[in-house]
């Protein structure tokens, strides 16, 4: 009897076609974003892209895909009691209501935000703010060392010490050694306060430059890395033009800039007075900001307003901001999404004040420095 000839069957690899829905649904993610969750704008994109590049058939069109939005609880159909000619309970009209996106939604934009961050960041090289401080922490770091006395069974790398006991001592017998034990080595994270501070003011979206979508991406992002991965840290997220005040995490795909100036010092003042009430040690302030300080609240209520330059009232303002952070043990990492040169001397002179630090960046990469930064600002200094 012949014996069977086994081997390899190489073909083609043909992927499975994706579901019409989720094709659909990750370009409308992209969308809702931008549009600041508004769904109208959104859908009318979609299909205005659908005609460009043809993303539905006759059996699944747009008109489906709100239905399967609808049916899966992605977004909700909101009826005015007062307009009586919508549809609903409340009245006998043909009009349908109006679609906003629902709590499930909000989530999911964070978490597709941070996914988009952290596969770039996987992809990319690794960040520059690697820290040497090793010990007997509480994560692990991804670096070994060989085993020393005193060290927990618990730290010990398994596979890597039955990996050298093959190494040193053969396959023919196996001969586990104290010298053939590894141990991964961790790292201490400390409990960290952030306040992220977004300019909303009308500079963000001037120019044909859509500078306010990836700074509310890599505020979602953010958001949602902190509440699952470290849900002992705290984030809260102010917004400044002429005013500054606090935003809701649930509130960020609908962010806007507006009609404002850039009053950065109202935007110290209230991060400052948030982090004074926390009882982390370790504090800091992130600030995503593309132009320069231009507004100030005087204290009769009026605005002083100076688009013309860089306005020295203004600035040393921010200075003195900047020093008193700095005695709070409040460091400031300033993300400036411009290049302008006096720009720059500005953040260089504020970050000296603080004792910061500053990234210079366009658009590209900056939820990647801003996750690197945070990462390692949470390493606790070991002496």
């Given amino acids: 009897m012949a014996q069977e000839r086994l081997g390899f069957k190489f073909e083609f690899y043909n992927p499975e076609e994706k579901d019409p829905f989720d094709k659909l649904f990750e ?47 992605y977004i909700r159909e909101e009826f005015d009691p007062n307009d009586e000619n919508q549809e609903g309970d409340e009245g006998d009209g043909d009009r349908p209501g109006r679609f906003s996106i629902t709590a499930k939604t909000e989530q999911l934009l964070r978490k597709h935000a941070l996914d988009q961050i952290f596969g770039n960041m996987r992809k990319g090289a690794s960040g520059n703010h690697k820290t040497g401080n090793l010990g007997q922490g509480d994560e692990h770091s991804g670096d070994y060392r060989p085993y020393r006395f005193g060290d927990g069974l618990d730290r010990i790398s398994m596979t890597e010490s039955f990996r050298n006991a093959q190494i040193n001592h053969g396959m023919g017998n196996f001969n586990l050694t104290e010298d053939d034990l590894v141990v991964e080595d961790s790292q201490f994270k400390a409990q960290m306060s952030t306040v992220l501070m977004i300019d909303i003011s009308h500079s ?39 005013d500054s005040w606090p935003i809701k995490i649930a509130d ?62 203004i600035v040393d303002k921010c200075y ?25 001397r500005f953040v260089d002179n504020f970050t000296e004040a603080n004792q910061g630090k500053a990234f210079f960046t366009g658009l590209q990469g900056l939820g990647e420095m801003i996750f690197t930064d945070y990462e390692a600002n949470r390493k606790k200094r070991l002496k």
Wanted: charge should be neutral; glycine fraction near 6%; include cysteine.
């Fill in 27 to 73: 370009i409308f993610k992209e969308i809702i974003t931008h549009t600041s969750g508004d769904f109208d704008e959104a859908i009318n994109w979609l299909r205005e892209l659908d005609k460009e590049y043809k993303l539905t058939t006759p059996e699944y069109t747009i008109d489906d895909f709100i239905e399967d939005l609808k049916a899966r609880g």
């Fill in 204 to 242: 963000m979206i001037l120019y044909g430059e859509d500078r306010i979508t990836p700074a509310k991406k890599v505020a979602m992002a953010l958001a949602e890395l902190i509440t699952t991965r470290y849900p002992k840290d705290t984030l809260d997220i102010i917004v400044f033009g002429n």
């Fill in 252 to 313: 960020l795909p609908y962010l806007k800039v507006g009609p404002y100036h850039t009053n950065t010092v109202a935007g110290l003042q209230l991060a400052m007075d948030i982090l004074r009430r926390k009882r982390n040690t370790n504090k800091q302030i992130f600030m995503i900001t593309d132009g320069k300080p231009s507004c100030l609240r005087l204290k009769d209520g009026t605005y002083y307003k100076n688009s013309n330059g860089l306005d020295e009232y």
């Fill in 320 to 344: 003195t901001m900047a020093t008193q952070a700095r005695r709070l043990h409040i460091p400031i990492t300033t993300f400036m999404i411009a290049n302008d040169p006096y720009l720059q």
